[in-house]
C-alpha cells in the first residue's frame, strides 16, 4: 500500500482495476474530491497508473482546465493497494474496471461483497457484460449497477448507467447522483446486450472495419467521413485503436452471440488482433501510434 497524507472530503472510492479506464476513473474521482483506493494485483501496473494519472493532471493544470492546488490535491488523494478487501473496506463507492471476463468480474465482486459496507454502490465498468449476472454473487444485488464511462475518462462527459433486473431506483438515483458530482451526464438504460452506446458504437466500427476490407475507402478517408460528415469527434476506425482492438472483438464475438449476425466479427478484426495489431497500446492498428499521436497507415 502507498500511504498519503490526505483522505476522505466526500467520501471514498474504490477503483478495481488500474489499467487506462481505472486510472481514469481514479482522476476523475480524486478530481472531484473523494479519496480514492485504486486496486490492482501488478504494482507495475499501478505504478504506471499513478504516472499516467499525474502527467494528465500536469496536462490539464498546464491548459488551465484545473488549478496547481487541484492537482496536487487530486494525486496526493489516491493510494494503491495489492489486495481488493483493503481497498474496498469503507468505500460509499466501488467500481470494477478489470477486463471483459465474467469469470473474473463475478470473482472480484465476490471479494467486494465481504469486505465492502453493506450501503456501498457497486459497480462494474463493463461494456457489454451482464450487470445481472454479475450481480449474482452479491448478497444484496439491488445495490449492483454498471458504471459505463469512457475513454478518456478525464475528458469524456457521459456516463451510461445500466439497470440490472433486481437494481433498485433509490441506487440508480444516487449512481447518477454520483455521475454529476464527478461531472458526468448520466444517461440510464436496462441491462441488455451492448446496452445502449456500445451496441451502437460498435455496428458503426464493424461497419468501418468492413468497408476497409472491401477497400470503400482508405482508413483515413473513412474516419474523416464521420469526422466532417456527422460531426464525430473520432472516426470509427481511430476510436476502435484507441479502445484496443481485442476489446473491440471481445465485445463484438460477445453480441455476436447474445444478438445475431449483425455483430459477426469482421475477418480483417480477427486476423490484426491474431497479429498483435491492437491500436495504440501495442503501437499498430489501423493507424500506426507514435509520440506525435496516430499516423496514417
Not at 227 to 236: A, F, Q
Request: glycine share 8%.
Amino acid at each position: 500500500m502507498t500511504d498519503t497524507t490526505d483522505q476522505s472530503r466526500k467520501g471514498r472510492v474504490a477503483v478495481l482495476g488500474a489499467g487506462t479506464m481505472g486510472a481514469g476513473i481514479a482522476q476523475v474521482a480524486a478530481t472531484a474530491g473523494f479519496s480514492v483506493a485504486l486496486f490492482d494485483v501488478s504494482k507495475g501496473q499501478l505504478d504506471k497508473a499513478r504516472a499516467s494519472i499525474a502527467q494528465s493532471l500536469e496536462k490539464l493544470a498546464s491548459k488551465a482546465k484545473i488549478d496547481a492546488a487541484t492537482k496536487d490535491r487530486a494525486l496526493s488523494s489516491i493510494v494503491t493497494y495489492d489486495s481488493v478487501e483493503d481497498a474496498s473496506r469503507d468505500a460509499s463507492f466501488v467500481i470494477e474496471a478489470a477486463p471483459e471476463r465474467m469469470e473474473l468480474k463475478r470473482e472480484l465482486f465476490t471479494a467486494v461483497d465481504r469486505a465492502a459496507p453493506a450501503d456501498a454502490l457497486l459497480a462494474s465498468n463493463t461494456s457489454s457484460l451482464s450487470i445481472t449476472e454479475i450481480a449474482s454473487v452479491v448478497r444484496d444485488p439491488s445495490r449492483v449497477m454498471g458504471m459505463h464511462f469512457f475513454n478518456p475518462v478525464p475528458l469524456m462527459e457521459l456516463l451510461e448507467v445500466v439497470r440490472g433486473v433486481r437494481t433498485t431506483d433509490a441506487n440508480v438515483d444516487r449512481a447518477v447522483t454520483f455521475a454529476k458530482t464527478l461531472g458526468k451526464t448520466a444517461i440510464v438504460v436496462r441491462d441488455f446486450p451492448g446496452f445502449a452506446t456500445s451496441r451502437l458504437g460498435v455496428v458503426i466500427g464493424c461497419e468501418a472495419i468492413r468497408m476497409l476490407e472491401q477497400g470503400v475507402a482508405s482508413a483515413e478517408d473513412i474516419d474523416r467521413a464521420m469526422e466532417l460528415g456527422y460531426r464525430h469527434p473520432m472516426g470509427p476506425l481511430k476510436l476502435g485503436d484507441l479502445v484496443g482492438l481485442d476489446v473491440r472483438l471481445a465485445i463484438l464475438e460477445h453480441l455476436h452471440a447474445e444478438l445475431g449476425e449483425q455483430f459477426r466479427p469482421p475477418a480483417l478484426l480477427r486476423q490484426m488482433v491474431r497479429a498483435g495489431k491492437l491500436g495504440k497500446k501495442s503501437g499498430e492498428g489501423f493507424y500506426k501510434w507514435t509520440a506525435d499521436g496516430p499516423q496514417k497507415p
